[in-house]
């Protein structure tokens, strides 16, 4: 469709530019398709201050402490 009214000779640079911009456009919505989606599926880490109770930070907080007896 896009080399319909073009000349012969223009119209292999034309179907390949074409082909070029339809594969970089559908890399990137791709990518931004799946950014959203995991960022949108993915907790938020919390913070964790120096005031903060043991247990209220990131996940490595909430593992049981190790034993060393």
């Known amino acids: 469709m896009a080399t319909v009214q073009l000349d012969t000779a223009e119209a292999g640079v034309a179907s390949a530019a074409y082909n070029t911009v339809q594969q970089v456009g559908a890399a990137f919505g791709t990518a931004l398709l799946k950014?959203?989606?995991?960022?949108v599926t993915t907790?938020?880490?919390t913070r964790r201050?120096?005031?903060?109770?043991?247990?209220?930070?990131?996940?490595?907080?909430?593992?049981?402490?190790?034993?060393?007896?």
């Open 35 to 39: 950014s959203i989606a995991t960022s």
């Open 43 to 45: 907790p938020a880490p």
């Open 49 to 69: 201050t120096a005031n903060s109770p043991p247990g209220s930070g990131s996940r490595g907080d909430r593992l049981s402490p190790a034993r060393h007896e």
